[in-house]
């Protein structure tokens, strides 16, 4: 059973940066491509970032590019999300993704997703 367990969100105000990690266990994790996705109150889970399993390949939503960097450290199965520059519409809970193949066809499409951490909480104040 793939476990992923997020860490390192919080309260910041605008302008500061944040980086979470997602700890992932129970699988060869340096073989699978992960997510980050985020949820904000009143709206559906969106996608935010992605990277295939040797970080080569990236991929982030329009709204962060240029603010957020994904990456991976295979060795210590954990992936990052450093977020700068933050703005208070980045305010929500961030969920680390993992798919069930290595490979996925769509990096943004949450469907294809299997395994979910449990959210950390990032907050921006204006």
């Known amino acids: 059973q793939v476990q992923l367990v997020e860490s390192g969100g919080g309260l910041v105000q605008a302008g500061g940066s944040l980086r979470l990690s997602c700890a992932a266990s129970?699988?060869?994790?340096?073989?699978?491509?992960m997510g980050w996705f985020r949820q904000a109150p009143g709206k559906e889970r969106e996608f935010v970032s992605a990277?295939?399993?040797?970080?080569?390949?990236?991929y982030v939503v329009d709204s962060v590019k240029g603010r957020f960097t994904i990456s991976r450290d295979n060795a210590k199965n954990t992936v990052y999300l450093q977020m700068n520059s933050l703005k208070p519409e980045d305010t929500a809970v961030y969920y680390c993704?993992?798919?069930?193949?290595?490979?996925?066809?769509?990096?943004?499409?949450?469907?294809?997703?299997?395994?979910w951490g449990q959210g950390t909480q990032v907050t921006v104040s204006s």
């Open positions: 993704a993992a798919p069930t193949l290595p490979w996925l066809s769509a990096y943004s499409d949450a469907s294809q997703y299997r395994y």
């Open positions: 990277l295939d399993w040797s970080g080569g390949r990236t």
């Open positions: 129970g699988r060869t994790f340096s073989s699978y491509a």
